[in-house]
């Protein structure tokens, strides 16, 4: 296959792309806006690697198991150089709970519900150079596409033909190639472009609601990480504050913090790191974890906003809104990362790039056939993610709301959240197993739920009742949001304050329009 593809972008979606189309024949040139990589080893990388491109370089990184099963069954080598550079392997057996552990038997099939996880600098450095060993792609460092090449198409709309490359001194020339991916994540102009230029592109995008915080550690010589079991909760839901520790590669590990938007004392409070600790002593499940005599910081508080979700429609009314052109990654779809299936959409998306290229020579069919299976596989993820987003905005609204009392129909929902999907899987093994097939984006995300067997299970251990269930309720993993606020010594009525002013703005701006 000597047809040539230009790739916009060397992150995780640009060297998934290489990945899936290398192994085709197909000619492949990846576009990177920053320069190359240090030369050194994995501490290098995340102490020197400058990735203008990347934002969230230093945020707390994981590779799902549906990524880590293309990478095991497309590219086996990869897999070993990355246990090799220190990336770990979590497997099914870690996310039982003692009571499940004392019964548990080993299946085939628990092999399915690993995840890849480290230091996103390590993860991208070590595909990259594995990468650049294949023969036919080639990774351009300081390459910055400034636009889209394009030429009208009797159909009616843009056919994009190149780019326009700036280089190194400015110098700008043009590449061409009869197909371009735009893998340039959230900052890519690409779409935006052929918006412009009358390609009927569909886009709907609203916030995530929260922001995130993350901060590097390493272990000190002699120690280990504090094991999971006979401790308080490494990770949790407090409504006001969301946390985890994320296991990193060659003794580190990062602890992310996600803030609700509207909590702005807490959000303006936490990239200080003298707040950072404070915090970090408030919640029992951290502080064995970052101990002054267990972990040292290695960075400083890492903070990142402006977090959408986004789904854009390359298609309208079965007819392609451009020719020659796939978006993968961030610049197509984009979700909230708390969910830890960004990498893993990327993955997915570059994969079906190749299947759509392989089902037919036809541009316009190429690009049907792509949209086919993206909306087909990843839309339910869009939208499970997206209610699970307006739902936590919601919560964290009420909960800065003084004497909110929420609806029956609420209680209802929290409660057999709660007190019966939690407890059936924090007991039953099997279902546990049914669950993570859909967290690890193995089948449709609601596809066990939905199964007659589980749903009975689900409501057996909901009419059970909270004391028949009370050994499978994980300890409290931390203090409420007054606690945790005067902990901070920060003032836990300036929020509420601030959302009641703004309620009564909209209610008064809605007066005046229906007047």
Not at 272 to 291: F, N, Q
Not at 310 to 319: A, K, S
């Amino acid at each position: 296959m000597d047809e040539a593809v230009l790739v916009i972008g060397a992150g995780i979606a640009g060297l998934c792309t290489a990945l899936a189309l290398g192994p085709t024949g197909r000619s492949v040139t990846l576009l990177e806006r920053d320069l190359e990589p240090p030369s050194g080893d994995a501490e290098e990388a995340f102490r020197d690697w400058s990735r203008r491109g990347v934002g969230h370089l230093r945020q707390s990184h994981a590779f799902l198991a549906r990524l880590g099963k293309v990478i095991k069954t497309d590219h086996p080598a990869l897999r070993d150089a990355l246990l090799e550079s220190g990336v770990r392997e979590l497997g099914f057996e870690s996310m039982l709970t003692p009571s499940q552990k004392a019964t548990y038997v080993a299946r085939a099939v628990d092999a399915d519900f690993t995840i890849l996880t480290s230091r996103r600098t390590t993860l991208e450095l070590v595909i990259r150079r594995y990468v650049e060993t294949l023969p036919n792609v080639t990774i351009r460092s300081g390459a910055m596409v400034r636009k889209l090449l394009t030429e009208p198409d009797p159909s009616g709309v843009p056919k994009v033909v190149g780019v326009q490359v700036e280089e190194a001194g400015g110098r700008c020339s043009e590449l061409r190639a009869p197909i371009v991916i735009d893998a340039g994540g959230k900052q890519s102009s690409g779409v935006e472009q052929l918006i412009e230029e009358g390609a009927p592109i569909d886009e709907e995008a609203e916030t995530a609601g929260i922001l995130y915080f993350t901060r590097h550690y390493r272990l000190r010589a002699g120690k280990q990480e504090p094991p999971r079991e006979g401790n308080p909760p490494a990770g949790g839901d407090l409504g006001y504050l969301k946390f985890g520790v994320f296991p990193g590669d060659n003794n580190c590990f990062s602890i992310t913090t996600c803030v609700p938007e509207i909590e702005y004392e807490m959000r303006k409070a936490m990239v200080r790191p003298e707040m950072w600790d404070r915090m970090i002593d408030s919640l029992p499940g951290l502080k064995v974890w970052c101990d002054a005599e267990q972990a040292e910081p290695t960075t400083k508080v890492f903070g990142m906003g402006d977090l959408h979700s986004r789904w854009r429609d390359l298609v309208r009314e079965n007819r392609p809104a451009v020719l020659g052109y796939f978006a993968v990654g961030d610049c197509l779809v984009r979700t909230n990362p708390l969910y830890g299936r960004g990498c893993s959409l990327a993955a997915v998306q570059a994969f079906m790039v190749r299947d759509a290229l392989a089902e037919t020579p036809d541009p316009a069919g190429r690009l049907l056939a792509y949209h086919r299976r993206v909306r087909a596989e990843l839309r339910p993820y869009y939208l499970a993610m997206r209610a699970q987003d307006r739902d936590a905005i919601k919560r964290a609204e009420q909960a800065l709301t003084p004497g909110y009392e929420p609806t029956l129909r609420e209680k209802m929902l929290r409660s057999f959240v709660a007190d019966g999907v939690t407890p059936a899987i924090r007991f039953d093994i099997d279902l546990l197993r049914e669950s993570m097939r859909g967290f690890h984006m193995l089948e449709h995300p609601n596809a066990w739920f939905r199964r007659p067997k589980n749903f009975a299970k689900i409501i057996w251990y909901w009419a059970r009742g909270k004391k028949r269930n009370s050994a499978a309720y994980p300890p409290e993993a931390g203090p409420g949001r007054e606690v945790m606020m005067s902990a901070l010594g920060l003032p836990t009525e300036a929020d509420i304050v601030i959302l009641a002013e703004r309620r009564a703005a909209e209610t008064n701006g809605k007066a005046r329009l229906a007047a």
